[in-house]
């Protein structure tokens, strides 16, 4: 395409698009004007009837947790999706050790590198799992608190190398946290449905606002969240990175087969 | 407070232009990452500390790291070939 055709796209375009626009920007409320009904109903009712004071939890994990089920079983699937693409073009036979180019110079790391990293990635995988704890306490949650945990995962790599983070990270491990994580999440929303209650109806006892145990199964679903999440971004890690080490085809052995 | 919110507006907008204007790969990487954070701070001064949480981690940790790990496989087979 020539630039004058964009250019007559792009203005026609802009005669189309900004009047509708300013139209639907006109109907908005004005920024910073006061919450909407729904949020207002939240913060009113939910304190008192589910004992939580993170209402974005309260809403993602008990009044539309079915939403968060869904949410949780594609991130599952997207990366289960992107991990049997990428080993698939590996083999299975090489998930368990670390690919190696050969020739390739490996950076040392300095003493203190390695500490810093050591105490960082020891305190941030600390905060993750307090914060997937604590989603209805405080802000996070499940999803953010796994991603935390899983970031932890990258500091040990930094401070260690990759060899020693593969014989420390283990992949079938990740597996577990990531499919475990997501099949406790559906025990959560299933056990309801089976006493006859309705989906990720919060059976358990609601405990004490403020308190690490608040929200009954909502802490459940939050925990189980996190494992996943961290298993999912542990898992996404380890394949890509796998991906720029691996030999080539012809240097292998292949006499197994 | 409004000033805040107003400077982390044009914080936002320099990040993202610099993320759309910048030609290099590597350097798009990094300048997602910085939007990352800017955007994080954008949520932060908005009172949605969960969204800036999943921001933080998401789009300046994990995003821009596998787009880097991306990179540098599709670096290392070209070299191969």
Not at chain 1, 152 to 164: C, P, R, V
Request: proline share 5%; glycine share 10%; charged share 15%.
């Amino acid at each position: 395409m020539t630039t004058p055709w964009r250019l007559a796209l792009f203005v026609l375009a802009l005669i189309v698009l900004v009047p509708a626009v300013w139209h639907v920007a006109l109907a908005l409320p004005a920024f910073g004007a006061p919450t909407e009904q729904y949020g207002a109903a939240v913060n009113a009712l939910l304190t008192a009837t589910r004992h939580v004071t993170n209402m974005v939890a309260a809403v993602n994990f008990d009044v539309r947790g079915f939403d968060t089920l869904g949410e949780e079983s594609m991130l599952v699937c997207a990366v289960t999706g992107a991990v049997v693409l990428l080993r698939g073009t590996r083999g299975e036979s090489m998930t368990d050790r670390a690919g190696k180019i050969p020739g390739r110079a490996v950076a040392p790391r300095t003493d203190a590198t390695v500490l810093v990293c050591r105490i960082a990635a020891t305190l941030t995988l600390l905060f993750g799992v307090y914060m997937a704890l604590h989603g209805t306490v405080t802000p996070g949650g499940g999803f953010q608190g796994g991603a935390i945990a899983g970031s932890s995962l990258m500091l040990l790599y930094l401070g260690e190398g990759y060899e020693s983070w593969r014989r420390m990270v283990r992949s079938p491990a990740l597996d577990v946290l990531e499919g475990g994580g997501a099949f406790v999440f559906v025990g959560a929303a299933a056990v309801p449905l089976m006493l006859g209650y309705a989906l990720l109806q919060n059976v358990l006892p609601f405990g004490t606002p403020k308190d690490l145990y608040s929200g009954g199964l909502m802490v459940v679903a939050n925990f189980a969240v996190g494992v996943s999440v961290a298993g999912s971004f542990g898992l996404l890690l380890l394949e890509f990175m796998e991906e720029t080490r691996s030999p080539d085809s012809e240097s292998m052995p292949d006499e197994e087969d | 407070m409004s000033w805040l919110i107003g400077g982390a507006m044009v914080l936002a907008a320099i990040a993202g232009l610099a993320v759309v204007l910048s030609r290099d790969p590597s350097r798009q990487i990094y300048a997602l990452a910085a939007n990352g954070i800017v955007l994080t701070l954008l949520f932060f001064v908005l009172q949605a500390p969960d969204v800036a949480l999943s921001e933080l981690a998401v789009n300046t940790v994990i995003t821009p790291l596998l787009f880097l790990v991306t990179l540098a496989a599709a670096r290392i087979n070209k070299a191969r070939q």
